[in-house]
């Protein structure tokens, strides 16, 4: 049993981590919900206890042995060597370290292994909730050799964040009422709309989130000359992502023996007969599953469009995953 912290706990993401905390009964006597000020005073639930979100820049890390960051890069960049410092092991969801070569990046069940061994004050990076799903998806097609994949994506607003929810929701009733409908969040209008690019462009007119996938896949699944080509729109959804993928292997395989790969990865694949032959976004949300459907094969090009819970599958349960293997793994013992 141990005490631990969840930063940005007010968040969306940060109150998925807690509620999975407690419905995967992670052994701990004492949860700290901590968060910046403005979000003092307030209170998220963990199981059916109610937790007051303590002010992170008045929060004492020397209370925990490890500390879950969902609070974004600065405040990681920021609070995380002070953390580290205390001899806490943090488990961070955010761009901060995710490139950095002495940190492992890690989806437990794809590379879980990189959390063997680590030592007191560790830091473990969990990749972008885009890139999780899509990762688990195309590590069985590993050993078929995989050369080449090309995803588009379909990312709800909820991957902004609270206030992106509330806009999509204020625009889409302005517009009912016969009212303007100003954007603040995004920069165009998001309701009934969809926006082409999420975050901004480079020197090559990759968009921060295209080469976030770009970057990320290639470090999780061990392949640093896959070449990835990614494009990436923001849609008129609160939850739930989507992803159309192609992804290129070098050994041909039947369609029967990919369907077997990708169930033994624990994926759930979905057939003609299933749910009409495929799973939304708001199908895909409120469960931990990654959805498989329209998988169609053309000589040794594999497509398929993937559907998961962005905040609770993509962004919190591989943090809660990696809290538990570092228990596994004898770190607090």
Not at 74 to 87: F, L, S, T
Not at 229 to 249: I, T
Request: aromatic fraction near 6%; charged fraction near 20%; include cysteine.
């Amino acid at each position: 049993m141990m005490q631990i912290a969840v930063v940005g706990a007010a968040g969306l993401i940060g109150q998925a981590v807690l509620e999975l905390l407690a419905e995967r009964q992670f052994p701990v006597s004492r949860v700290f919900a901590v968060d910046t000020a403005e979000h003092d005073g307030g209170t998220v639930s963990f199981g059916n206890l109610e937790l007051d979100v303590r002010q992170l820049d008045e929060f004492s890390f020397e209370n925990v042995a490890m500390a879950i960051f969902v609070a974004g890069a600065d405040i990681a960049r920021q609070y995380v060597p002070e953390a580290r410092a205390a001899g806490v092991a943090v488990i961070d969801f955010s761009s901060a370290f995710r490139l950095d070569e002495e940190v492992p990046l890690v989806v437990t069940p794809i590379n879980g292994a990189l959390l063997q061994g680590l030592a007191e004050g560790a830091l473990v990076s969990v990749p972008n909730c885009t890139v999780t799903p899509l990762a688990l998806a195309l590590a069985p097609l590993l050993p078929l050799g995989l050369e080449r994949v090309t995803v588009a994506t379909y990312q709800s607003v909820s991957g902004t964040g609270q206030k992106a929810l509330e806009e999509l929701a204020e625009q889409t009733t302005a517009l009912f009422s016969h009212r303007e409908a100003e954007p603040a969040v995004y920069s165009k209008r998001i309701a009934f709309n969809v926006l082409p690019q999420i975050g901004e462009l480079d020197e090559e007119g990759v968009a921060e989130e295209e080469r976030s996938i770009m970057n990320e896949l290639t470090r999780v699944l061990g392949l640093p000359a896959l070449r990835v080509e990614a494009s990436c729109a923001r849609v008129p959804v609160f939850f739930g992502h989507g992803w159309a993928v192609s992804a290129e292997v070098r050994d041909d395989a039947e369609l029967s023996n990919i369907i077997t790969r990708f169930k033994a990865a624990g994926l759930q694949v979905v057939s003609r007969e299933q749910h009409g032959g495929h799973v939304t976004p708001m199908e895909a949300t409120g469960n931990e599953a990654v959805w498989v459907s329209r998988l169609r094969k053309n000589g040794k090009s594999i497509s398929f469009w993937l559907a998961a819970d962005n905040v609770r599958t993509g962004a919190a349960l591989p943090c809660v995953m990696a809290a538990e293997s570092l228990l596994k793994a004898g770190l607090f013992e």
